[in-house]
């Protein structure tokens, strides 16, 4: 015979185990960055990383987004429209990912951009 208390007690901590499941074996797939950064930006500097650690492209990923920005300094015109919140996000998306199969850009920089 249980008590209905035990099954109460059990409830909680069966929601956090099967939670911290889930949560950790997306942790365990990421790559450790060498910088731990936070926010939103973290969280893609993050993503970044361990995708282009996991396909051995952290030296093409670093070219690429050298390239890119000084390509940004030296274009005002692209800047101004990657930046310029009225153009929709669906054309600017097409228009990078035809600028990344132009320049050859690693898959996971234009991933990062799309």
């Known amino acids: 015979f249980r008590s209905p208390c035990s099954v109460k007690m059990a409830t909680p901590r069966l929601g956090l185990l099967v939670r911290n499941f889930s949560s950790s074996a997306i ?18 500097a993050t993503a970044l990383f361990s995708g282009a650690s996991k396909m051995k492209a952290l030296d093409s990923v670093e070219k690429d987004l050298i390239n890119l920005q000084a390509q940004m300094k030296k274009d005002v015109k692209l800047n101004d429209y990657l930046i310029n919140p ?13 600028a ?9 920089v234009a991933n990062l951009l799309s």
């Open 86 to 98: 009225s153009i929709q996000k669906t054309v600017k998306v097409e228009a990078i990912k035809f």
């Open 27 to 44: 942790r365990q797939e990421m790559v450790k960055p060498p910088i731990q950064i936070f926010g939103l930006d973290g969280r893609y």
């Open 100 to 108: 990344a199969k132009q320049t050859n850009m690693s898959a996971p």
